[in-house]
């Protein structure tokens, strides 16, 4: 499954100038374009100072899946076809895909130092390796490329779209910080924590680039739905791989939700097999044997698969929205890739 | 009430007379200290500097900005300042930011939005009038306002992000790990809710430039304060020898970026042309410069505390002084004072 993640990543399958060589050449196909991106932006981080510069670019190696800025291209050429008939990608469009991918990197890096984290991408993380103080400039530094970067586009509407995204990350992080107790509001929290932290942003992207690249407010929508559905399913599956999956594979260590005292999907839905788990959540698996016996608990349950089942009914919703367009390569590509948000393993 | 005048007194209140650039023409500390305006300067009482103060505050309508009123009523302020109780009785800097954030207001946190304010309303709507459907309060635009705000929350978000301890150097005089990682996630937290509502309202004031102004000020802020934390990390060396013009460069990042392109935006805002949007920018920059040049001086001109002076050895005047003896001569002064064991490498 990996392999064919990869495979498709590199745009084996569908990649349009491989199936019919189009208007457009070769290197301006999308996603393999994007092997350049990780240089693009090392470009976007003008910095002086030599290790901050350093720290910045550490997970901009090309090594990571890309997911966010794959979507976005694949999203603008998409709108462009259906509005033009022509998949040339705007500058501006490819700009989003970055800056995405900049905001995306600022909040992991945040986000690790939030959770003390030591390990990301099978590698140490900025925190561990530069230390808390270092690392948390780091990720105000890519943040403010990104805000560069997005001003330089010079349109408003785009700049507000993305500025939602940095509010709704913060909102997110905030919302994982408390917890309820009625089981209802438990799932919705969840589910809005969900699409504030992950969600929001490709959602956002997407739209941004439809509005750079048609005028149909009908698009935008279109856009911003796919968006939003694939990014909950792709978070709900990434819920899932870290009870399902061994650390190697994912290139962190797995029942880190738990860890941390996260009650995701699986939990939720286990929890309504075996109500002793409740408390458990309540005081957020605090207690020695805690995450042992929680994973255990959603193991024996369907937990798992009603998440799974879940996501599938988001990614439907997507394939859906997406198909309001116009047909074309990206399109296509789009729709498949919402397949393989459900079948992923890393 | 006199405008002019008084964007002519803020510097001056700040310890520095007329262009800045004059400072740069002393060589050394033994001159600079005996030269009367700046002793004058300093010992002039807090009570004429409050008094500044409400006069501006009196002349750009109202109280500076609602930063803090606003945070009040906001749901992620007040979860936040229920998690900052819990930090209570732990070494936690972040304590101290807050304390400081309450404490320091009127003197220095809305400084910067109260300068941004003043040039606004000194500078008027410019001739291009455009801008009919701006509403002004006290002569100064809304928009203005706005960014005065925006001005003031990037330097807080910045504020709280500087107190983060680095986990692995903890002293076990610093309490329990728990309490430190704990303190760090909120501070954290806390920065980047401040950092998303400025990117909120720059998205809000509808101008490109001006977005990208303030985000350039926020990358070199970053910059300058990650100077500052290698530099006063890096304890057991005597000093970086860095020269007046780095020196000036490294400041310029770390304390005058934020206010010269912020006082620049506010030129912009009113559509004034790139000579006025220049002319902002120097007096932000050069009020900020001599604003930390002031800060730097003053454990040098206090007399009283002759003994236990704490200052940093990256600060203005040890750096002109290093610069003026040379740096062979430098280091073996600083030698010889180790010698005698007063030097403390406290700060």
Redesign the interface.
Known sequence: MALRWWRWRRGCSWRPATRSPGPSSPGHAGPPGLRAASDALAQELL???T??KEMSEYYFDGKGKAFRPIIVVLMARACNSHYNNSRDMQASQRSIALIAEMIHTASLV?DD??D?ASSRRGKHTVNKIW????A??AG??I???A??A???????TV??IL?QV??D???G??LQ??SKENENERFAHYLEKTFKKTASLIANSCKAVSVLGCPDPVVHEIAYQYGKNVGIAFQLIDDVLDFTSCSDQMGKPTSADLKLGLATGPVLFACQQFPEMNAMIMRRFSLPGDVDRARQYVLQSDGVQQTTYLAQRYCHEAVREISKLRPSPERDALIQLSEIVLTRDK | MNLQRLLLRFPGYLGALGPPRRLWRFPSLDTISPVGPWRGQSSRSPAHWNQVVSEAEKIVGYPTSFMSLRCLLSDELSNIAMQVRKLVGTQHPLLTTARGLVHDSRHNLQLRGLVVLLISKAAGPSGVNTSQNYDTVSGIYSCQRSLAEITELIHTALLVHRGIVNLNELQSSDGPLKDMQFGNKIAILSGDFLLANACNGLALLQNTKVVELLASALMDLVQGVYHENSTSATGNYITDDIGISTWKEQTFLSHGALLAKSCQAAMELAKHDAEVQDMAFQYGKHMAMSHKINSDLQPFIKEKTSDCVTFHLNSAPVVLHQEFLGRDLWIKQIEEAQEKGRLNYAK
């Open positions: 910095i002086s100072t290790e901050l945040h130092v939030i003390d230390g808390e103080k270092k948390v400039l105000d530094l943040l403010s490329a805000s560069i997005l001003a330089r586009i010079g349109n408003t700049i507000s500025t940095i509010e990350l913060v909102r992080e905030f910080l408390g």
